[in-house]
Structures are given as C-alpha cells and as structure tokens.
C-alpha cells in the first residue's frame, strides 16, 4: 500500500534553515507528481509546492517562493523540502501528497516551528 513518512521537522529560529524529506513506498514513485502541503493551526491545509514525475516542472506558492525548492531523488523514493530563512508563519504541520489512481494519500506529516 502507498506509505508516505516524513521527517526532518523541528524548531528552528527565524532566518534559520530546515530539509524535510518524504520516503515514499508502494507505488512507482518515480512516475508521479508529488507534493508538499502545510497546515498551520486554526488554519487549513495549503499547497507548498509541487514537483513533476521527472523533477523538470516546479511550483512554490507565493508565500515560499524564493525560499523553498523542492526536489526529488527518484533513485531513492525521497522527496525533499529545502526551507531557507524561515519565518514565524511557516510554522505549521507538513506533509507530503501524491495523488494515485485518482485517491489523495498523505503522510502523517512533521511540525515546523519557527520561534526564537
């Protein structure tokens, strides 16, 4: 069965840095498109980024962009979040998403907290 586990995830003071990384399994990974939510609290889950199967096509949402790269390494089944100066706000819960045979699959996701 698709198994998504993140990790990576900590606190960390503003400007500072993380990696998330997703290891995924039960599926072919290197066909699918995959992606990095966030939900922060009180607030609902939104789209970070999302990478194409072959790692040729990005996109970040606004709020991260020029902070965040996303990337894959199909030889491992490993996503990966680079975070770079983070802010308070990116605090929040993030996981990673595929969406397979039209089903949406999560991890159980990692906390991110931006705090001095």
């Known amino acids: 069965q698709v198994q998504l586990v993140e990790s990576g995830g900590g606190l960390v003071q503003p400007g500072g840095s993380l990696r998330l990384s997703c290891a995924a399994s039960?599926?072919?990974?290197?066909?699918?498109?995959m992606s990095w939510y966030r939900q922060a609290p009180g607030k609902e889950r939104e789209l970070v980024a999302i990478i194409s199967s072959t790692s040729g096509t990005t996109t970040h949402a606004d709020s991260v962009k020029g902070r965040f790269t996303i990337s894959r390494d199909n030889a491992k089944n490993t996503l990966y979040l680079q975070m770079n100066s983070l802010k308070p706000e990116d605090t929040a819960v993030y996981y990673c998403n595929v969406r397979n045979f039209g089903i949406n699959y999560w991890g159980k996701g990692t906390l991110v907290t931006v705090s001095s």
């Open positions: 039960g599926f072919t990974f290197s066909t699918y498109p």
